[in-house]
């Protein structure tokens, strides 16, 4: 059964770091182009970055320079590492396969 389970998020306060997991099963994960995602209150969920399966990286203007998107094809799992976080970085992020299916989430809040 394909399934994608993130995990690592948490309470972080601003100017902190964070890295999240996305674990990946049931599927040829290298073969996928994985995503990151996210939701904050009242918002709409919001594309954060992508790793193609050859490589290619985009990211979210606001989050450039900020977040690095990588994985590991030999163990299946997508990284999301978030630095230099702030308060509107708060969101439930999701990961996401390039055939679209989503994970349950993980919670995000950058507070003092």
């Known amino acids: 059964q394909e399934q994608v389970v993130e995990s690592g998020g948490g309470l972080v306060q601003p100017g902190g770091s964070l890295t999240l997991s996305c674990a990946a099963s049931?599927?040829?994960?290298?073969?996928?182009?994985m995503s990151w995602y996210r939701q904050a209150p009242g918002k709409q969920r919001e594309w954060v970055a992508s790793n193609s399966a050859t490589g290619y990286i985009t990211y979210k203007d606001s989050v450039r320079g900020r977040f690095t998107i990588s994985r590991d094809n030999a163990k299946s799992i997508l990284y999301l590492q978030m630095n230099r976080l702030t308060p509107d970085d708060t969101a439930v992020y999701y990961c996401?396969?390039?055939?679209?299916?989503w994970g349950q989430g993980t919670q995000v809040t950058v507070s003092s």
């Open positions: 049931g599927f040829v994960f290298s073969r996928w182009e």
């Open positions: 996401k396969t390039g055939f679209n299916l």
